[in-house]
């Protein structure tokens, strides 16, 4: 099956369907005092008492299994790729995303750089997402595969 290709027997997208389903967890979330009210979908839950999960983080795979990768601009002008995604919005086939770019921590410094898996599993590095001005605009139909982490509290977004 190619990049927007349905079977002529199921006409669902899984990918799509999974992007629409964090796009609406992420809309429903809402600054109040009861985070855990029936009402409220959960979305990670309480990250601090102040501060509520906001996203669900993602990385998208190609049909051939590679990531889906984007580039954004760092604050000192460098030009940085990441394969992290936050759903911005949802409309038939396409999704906004917002790139999220990846700061390696260690004991001595942040570090903010292209990311690649290698460098992730390298010596189990601790990493923190931020959100950057840079969107993409997607066809959802074109991803085979979603893989989601752990949500988190993105300030700004």
Excluded: W
Aim: a negative charge; glycine letters at 6%.
């Amino acid at each position: 099956m190619g990049c927007g290709k349905h079977d002529k027997f199921n006409n669902t997208n899984c990918v799509l369907d999974v992007v629409q389903f964090i796009n609406d967890l992420q809309n429903a979330v809402e600054d109040d005092d009861c985070p855990t009210g029936c009402l409220n979908p959960v979305l990670g839950g309480v990250v601090s008492p102040v501060n509520r999960a906001n996203t669900r983080p993602f990385i998208l795979y190609t049909e051939c299994g590679d990531k889906f990768s984007a580039f954004f601009r760092t604050l000192d002008g460098r030009l940085c790729k990441s394969f992290v995604f936050r759903v911005e919005s949802v409309e038939d086939n396409c999704a906004v995303l917002r790139v999220l770019g990846v700061k390696f921590l260690d004991d001595c410094e942040e570090v903010v750089g292209d990311v690649s898996m290698d460098d992730l599993l390298k010596d189990c590095k601790r990493i923190a997402l931020f959100p950057t001005s840079s969107c993409i605009t997607v066809d959802l139909r074109c991803f085979c595969a979603i893989q989601c982490l752990e949500d988190l509290y993105l300030p700004g977004v």
